[in-house]
C-alpha cells in the first residue's frame, strides 16, 4: 500500500488520487479490480475517511474508477492512453498554480531535471 506524507503540502487526497493511478499505470491495480473500501483504506492510512471518499469520488469522475452500489469501488477498464490524458490534466492544473504563484519556467524546468536526473 502507499504512503501518505501528511506533511506535505499537497493535499492528502491528491496524493491517494496520484497514487492510485500510478498503481493502475504500473499495472499493481489491474482493471476490474475491486480497491479496499473507503473505511478500511482511511484505517490503514490513519486518515479520515471522507478524505479517502473525496479522492475515490474524483477519480469515479474522471473515468478511473466505477462503482457499484453495495459491492464497492473498481479499476475501470480504460486505456493507458486514456489515464495518461488524467494525468496530463493534472499536470496542467499543478503547472498552471505554480504560474499563478510566481514561479518561473526555469524553476520548473529544473525541478523536472531533478526528478528525471537529467543535466541541463
Avoid at 12 to 17: A, G, L, S
Avoid at 23 to 30: A, F, P, S
Avoid at 60 to 78: A, D, F, H, W
Avoid at 95 to 102: E, F, T, V, Y
Amino acid at each position: 500500500m502507499f504512503v501518505i506524507d501528511t506533511a506535505s503540502r499537497e493535499p492528502i487526497y491528491t496524493q491517494i488520487e496520484k497514487n492510485i493511478v500510478r498503481y493502475i499505470n504500473l499495472g499493481i491495480y489491474e482493471p476490474g479490480e475491486m480497491l479496499p473500501s473507503v473505511r478500511a483504506l482511511a484505517c490503514r492510512l490513519g486518515i479520515n475517511p471522507n478524505t479517502v471518499a473525496k479522492a475515490y469520488k474524483n477519480l469515479e469522475q474522471l473515468g478511473v474508477l466505477y462503482t457499484v452500489p453495495g459491492k464497492g469501488i473498481y479499476v475501470s477498464s480504460r486505456k493507458k492512453d486514456e489515464t495518461l490524458a488524467v494525468i496530463r490534466e493534472n499536470i496542467i492544473s499543478t503547472l498552471a498554480d505554480a504560474k499563478n504563484a510566481g514561479v518561473s519556467k526555469e524553476i520548473l524546468l529544473e525541478i523536472i531535471n531533478e526528478l528525471w536526473g537529467d543535466e541541463k
